[in-house]
């Protein structure tokens, strides 16, 4: 079965946290998101976030700190999340990729929103 390894970046101003519509078209469509993506060999979880929040949101992570590591199984592939908290970044986020995307208060995230792995990470924030 397929396997990523993914760097997610909860992008988080105050209460609030940037999410991302994901297309129709890609695995788990249709649901929210924390922006990131596919770790590229070689890359640490910071490289790839620093990438990949340039490349979908437009903005650049100065340092970001680990929140929780998921391990799930979506039947057609098995993700690992490597979820970093970003709270220092240069730049006002925006769906880069023409994609959708707001700031939600991190109380009102709602788990059936986004992928199932999700919901221990919504579980984490509001657990902090
Ligand atoms: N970015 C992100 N991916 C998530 C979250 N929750 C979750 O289950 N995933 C899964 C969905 C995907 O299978 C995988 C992320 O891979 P992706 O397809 O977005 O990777 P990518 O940005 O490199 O995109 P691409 O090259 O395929 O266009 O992780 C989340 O909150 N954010
Ligand atoms: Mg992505």
């Known amino acids: 079965m397929k396997q990523v390894d993914v760097a997610v970046g ?8 940037y ?3 994901r297309s129709q078209d890609k695995h788990q469509g249709g649901k929210w998101e924390f922006p990131g993506g596919k770790k590229e060999a070689g890359e640490t979880t910071f490289d790839a976030l ?5 490349e979908e949101i437009g903005i650049t992570v100065k340092s970001s700190e680990p929140l929780i590591l998921i391990e ?3 039947g057609d592939k098995r993700v690992s999340l490597d979820v970093h908290l970003v709270e220092s970044f240069e730049g006002e986020p925006y769906g880069r990729e023409e994609q959708q995307g707001k700031w939600l208060a991190i109380n009102a995230l709602e788990p059936e929103d986004f992928p199932a792995a999700n919901a221990t990470i919504i579980d984490a924030l509001h657990n902090q």
């Open 10 to 17: 909860v992008v988080k101003r105050g209460t609030q946290t």
């Open 19 to 21: 999410v991302t519509l």
């Open 50 to 54: 620093k990438r990949e929040l340039a």
């Open 72 to 74: 799930h199984d979506y």
